[in-house]
């Protein structure tokens, strides 16, 4: 049995390192991946609202833990309703990721 339960635990280990060196743990949208940290933000859109100044901010965020479970809502709209934004300006995130471990994908809205 004891052989049976290594090889089981040596075949996810493989798993493992297969799915974090294809990139499968990390961040899918960054505008450069680094094999060991990823710390990289980037615009995703604009409107033609023109910016204002009452700008706020709002961010949600989505995090993964080992690549195997995610949760969060890094949703448009979430981040303007944490903020209470009705009218967006820009849309941009921040990508963070360390060694496939912990990834962090955040969107963040401004807007009035």
């Known amino acids: 049995m004891v052989r049976y339960v290594s090889k089981i635990m040596v075949l996810i280990a493989i798993l493992f390192c297969a799915a974090h060196l294809t990139g499968c743990l990390a961040v ?8 060991l940290y990823t710390n990289a933000a980037a615009p995703i859109t604009a409107t033609s609202t023109a910016p204002s100044d009452k700008m706020l901010k709002g961010t949600a965020t989505v995090t993964s833990y080992l690549g195997l479970v995610a949760t969060g809502d890094a ?10 934004i009705t009218k967006i300006h820009t849309v941009d995130y921040h990508s963070e990721n360390m060694l496939g471990i912990i990834a962090k ?5 401004y807007g009035e």
């Open 28 to 35: 899918t949208q960054t505008p450069a991946l680094g094999l």
């Open 75 to 84: 949703s448009i709209a979430a981040a303007a309703k944490n903020a209470g």
């Open 105 to 109: 994908y955040t969107v963040i809205v």
